[in-house]
């Protein structure tokens, strides 16, 4: 996790697209793939060029927000955002996600059906800072949006929060643009909170949820709802103030 005043140390050059991390990701892809026998030759060699291109677009997506987000600072005298984390997504759970959604292990529909493959969130202190992240992303002419899901205005029945935007990102290959997927999930620190704990909690629990589970976690979810509206309403009082 970095603050948006440590973004540049998180950013990958190109000599740590070769780190061990990297490897990592390359060849555990490579393990899984070649494991269920699922690939040939040529396609392994694939998913291997696809998990470049993916790390060069996570680099790419994490300056251009970094300088999104600077650049507001400089000219509002604010920084909306908390922090911002970023990953790619494991295999697992991009294999489960296939798998979930009913979808046969191939790299077609990997490219296809997985668009969070590349993951950002970005989480700000108030609800007014969401809306600001989300205007500035919309607006920038860099990458393209795809979708959008409202989870702020319409919580899922489980009580998740949070703003969602697939994007694309285009990357500057040698010979090519190519048009890279990727999720910037934005939400308040209150709903980061909710959301975190959800996770480990409820979000991947195997089989049916206990209906007390269900029902408190929506209770939780209510509570997160009114700090967050409290917290931006104090905010706004002490904004008057400094202005006088
Ligand atoms: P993980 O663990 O992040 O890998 P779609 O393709 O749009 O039909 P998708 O991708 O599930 O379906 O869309 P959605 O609803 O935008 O969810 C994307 C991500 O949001 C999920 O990714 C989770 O990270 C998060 N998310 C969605 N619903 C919940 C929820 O109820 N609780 C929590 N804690 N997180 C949620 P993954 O791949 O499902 O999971």
């Given at each position: 996790?970095?603050?948006?005043?440590?973004?540049?140390?998180?950013?990958q050059?190109?000599?740590?697209?070769?780190?061990?991390?990297?490897?990592?990701?390359?060849?555990?892809?490579?393990?899984?793939?070649?494991?269920?026998?699922?690939?040939?030759?040529?396609?392994?060699?694939?998913?291997?060029e696809?998990?470049?291109?993916?790390?060069?677009?996570?680099?790419?997506?994490?300056?251009?927000?970094?300088?999104?987000?600077?650049?507001?600072?400089?000219?509002?005298?604010?920084?909306?955002?908390?922090?911002?984390?970023?990953?790619?997504?494991?295999?697992?759970?991009?294999?489960?996600?296939?798998?979930?959604?009913?979808?046969?292990?191939?790299?077609?529909?990997?490219?296809?059906?997985?668009?969070?493959?590349?993951?950002?969130?970005?989480?700000?202190?108030?609800?007014?800072?969401?809306n600001?992240?989300?205007?500035?992303?919309?607006?920038s002419?860099?990458?393209?949006?795809?979708?959008?899901?409202?989870?702020?205005?319409?919580p899922?029945?489980?009580?998740?929060?949070?703003?969602?935007?697939i994007?694309e990102?285009?990357?500057?290959?040698?010979?090519?643009?190519?048009?890279?997927?990727?999720?910037?999930?934005?939400?308040?620190?209150?709903?980061?909170?909710?959301?975190?704990?959800?996770?480990?909690?409820?979000?991947?629990?195997?089989?049916?949820?206990?209906?007390?589970?269900?029902?408190?976690?929506?209770?939780?979810?209510?509570?997160?709802?009114?700090?967050d509206?409290?917290?931006?309403?104090l905010?706004?009082?002490?904004?008057?103030?400094?202005?006088?």
């Amino acid at each position: 996790m970095v603050n948006t005043a440590d973004c540049g140390s998180v950013m990958q050059g190109f000599d740590s697209l070769i780190s061990p991390h990297f490897k990592i990701e390359v060849n555990s892809y490579e393990l899984i793939f070649f494991k269920g026998r699922i690939i040939n030759m040529s396609e392994k060699i694939d998913i291997n060029e696809l998990m470049l291109k993916y790390n060069f677009a996570l680099s790419t997506l994490e300056t251009q927000l970094n300088i999104l987000i600077r650049e507001y600072e400089f000219k509002n005298k604010y920084n909306p955002v908390e922090h911002i984390k970023s990953r790619i997504k494991t295999e697992k759970s991009t294999l489960d996600k296939l798998k979930r959604k009913g979808y046969e292990l191939s790299l077609n529909n990997l490219k296809t059906h997985v668009k969070d493959i590349i993951g950002i969130r970005i989480v700000c202190s108030f609800l007014s800072d969401v809306n600001e992240i989300v205007y500035i992303i919309k607006k920038s002419k860099q990458f393209k949006i795809v979708s959008e899901k409202n989870y702020i205005e319409n919580p899922k029945d489980t009580g998740y929060m949070s703003y969602h935007l697939i994007i694309e990102i285009p990357l500057y290959l040698n010979e090519k643009i190519e048009y890279i997927p990727a999720e910037i999930q934005i939400r308040t620190v209150a709903m980061d909170f909710f959301a975190t704990l959800d996770h480990k909690i409820r979000y991947k629990f195997p089989g049916k949820i206990p209906d007390e589970v269900k029902v408190e976690m929506l209770a939780c979810s209510t509570v997160i709802q009114s700090l967050d509206k409290k917290m931006y309403e104090l905010n706004e009082i002490v904004k008057k103030y400094n202005d006088l």
